[in-house]
């Protein structure tokens, strides 16, 4: 039969207008979060972290927000550009193992303009 | 800042054949990761090394295979026998240790026939 594959979600964002990219992580434990971006052909880069003691860290023109109630991250990108368009992924560490990243599954953000 | 450096970039190969993937980490991290992207499972860890010492192997999908790191600038990733669901992109990665970042190179393209 057909193989099926991952069915990444898509953000759709004008150029200049904010992006919010959101992820569920699954271990209550972590203690250690980060965002990455990738373009086509490249490996993961990384873009912020963010450590479970911290609920909100900025860097340049991204902001990550960390919400340990519900397991939830999310990545705001402002004033979006065209070389903003990847695919982000959020991971999370395995408690215990600070080095071992667990990656979610991404979001593919698409800049128009 | 040369980064992670990954060769082969692209590989094609026939069923049965050995395969090597070759990873320089960036000088000074002391940790060194094997991660493999395929559509179907995203990006998972295969292998990781602390120190040149493999940490943990259970991502390793079967005994056809291994990863050695002989030296602070050098890992290898072997396939043997290769099979067509060995097809994926390979990247290596690399980090301080600890909560820190992992930085990944561009990776290997593989494509067993």
């Known amino acids: 039969g057909e193989s099926v594959g991952l069915h990444l979600p898509t953000l759709s964002v004008q150029e200049g207008d904010n992006s919010i990219i959101n992820c569920a992580y699954s271990?209550?434990?972590?203690?250690?979060f980060i965002w990455y971006k990738q373009e086509s052909g490249k490996g993961p880069q990384f873009i912020i972290d963010i450590r479970s003691n911290m609920d909100k860290r900025q860097g340049q023109r991204v902001t990550v927000l960390l919400n340990k109630t519900v397991k939830h991250l999310s990545l705001q990108i402002a004033a979006t550009q065209p070389g903003d368009s990847a695919v982000y992924f959020c991971?999370?560490?395995?408690?215990?193992?600070?080095?071992?990243?667990?990656f979610g599954t991404g979001t593919r953000l698409q800049v128009t303009l | 800042d040369a980064g992670v450096i990954q060769s082969p970039r692209h590989e094609v190969t026939e069923m049965g054949q050995e395969v090597t993937l070759r990873c320089k980490p960036i000088s000074g991290h002391n940790s060194l990761f094997w991660y493999r992207q395929t559509m179907m499972r995203g990006l998972e860890l295969l292998i990781y090394?602390?120190?040149?010492?493999?940490?943990?192997d259970s991502g390793m999908p079967e005994d056809r295979f291994s990863a050695k790191m002989p030296n602070a600038s050098f890992s290898t990733l072997k396939i043997q026998p290769s099979e067509p669901r060995d097809s994926a992109v390979y990247f290596c990665?690399?980090?301080?240790?600890?909560?820190?970042?992992?930085?990944f190179g561009n990776g290997t393209r593989l494509t067993v026939t």
């Open positions: 990665a690399s980090s301080l240790g600890g909560e820190s970042p992992l930085h």
């Open positions: 991971a999370e560490n395995s408690p215990g193992t600070a080095s071992k990243l667990t």
């Open positions: 090394f602390n120190n040149n010492v493999p940490i943990d």
């Open positions: 271990n209550s434990a972590s203690d250690y």
